[in-house]
């Protein structure tokens, strides 16, 4: 993925594609019911704030578990779940639902699957900036029937984090991310203002669109990245629905410009934490999720 500045003479542009890519499915880590996407995964002093994005598909056809508990350090795990359900308890998500993971100085959480289960999630891994890298661990759930909405002729937009089109979402944030599922009816067209500073990107998930000031068509399961533009400046991203229609997710956020270290579960700022983290982790130092004070715990 290249990163692409525009430079401009006035207070607005608009946004264009730069950068199409079609991530390959490939089996998962939960089986052969298991079909993952790495749609971001590397290059992230391009992608920045965002480290990974994964499309998980699971068709499990019996009852068997997978999955299970695992550390995280670092970074906030951000996620939408498209179809089906997935969790426990007072954190379980259905369709339509979105989370936030703060795992900043170290969480543990479980995502076990032991019955017959369809389901589609997005989870992004958001890096946090460097003065929060140990933030304190918290969790945020949004739920279907909470998220802000915008509702017009052939045009649904549902704000997750961030604000658009008028509505902002309660959820807090770190890192300033916008975060948004837009439903588009056949020929649709709309216009949307992000900071021009911001990297961005679109992933369809269904139908065709045509994105931008040239008209560049992105299909199902192609990210495109948004070219962008130095200082504090408005854009204006244009979107047009195909003769299907269109449903596709935008991620636009701050970037942070701040190096990160990966390795396994954790994000550090040097191999020191890795090394630190993981020690901590098997020496049981690291809390489970749902352990966390009420006063971590946000249910809007």
Known sequence: METQFTVQTDRTFRRKLVDVQTPPPHQGFLGPDHTARAVIHDHFEQSDPFILLMDDFLDKKNDDPVGGPHPHAGFETVSLLIEGEIGDGDHRMKAGDFQ?????????????????????????????????????PRLQDLTFEQVPKVTTDGLEI??????????????????????????????????????????????????????????????????????????????????????GGARLVLYAGQPQHDRIYPYGPFIGDTQRDIIRLYQEYQAGGMKHVLTLPDDRKYRY
Do not use: C
């Open 158 to 243: 549902r704000v997750y984090s961030g604000s658009l089109a008028g509505v902002t979402s309660p959820v807090r944030n770190h890192v300033p991310v916008i975060i948004a599922d837009l439903h588009l009816a056949a020929g649709v067209h709309t216009a949307q203002s992000l900071p021009a500073d911001f990297n961005a990107f679109l992933y369809v998930l269904e139908g065709r669109v045509s994105v931008g000031a040239d008209g560049k068509v992105l299909q199902a399961n192609q990210i495109g990245w948004l070219d962008k533009t130095a200082g504090p400046a408005t854009s204006e991203l244009e979107l047009t629905a195909g003769p």
């Open 100 to 136: 936030m993971m703060t795992a900043g100085s170290g969480i543990v959480h479980t995502e076990t699957i032991d019955k017959k289960s369809r389901m589609r999630l997005l989870q992004m891994w958001l890096t946090l900036p460097k003065k929060d890298r140990w933030a304190d």
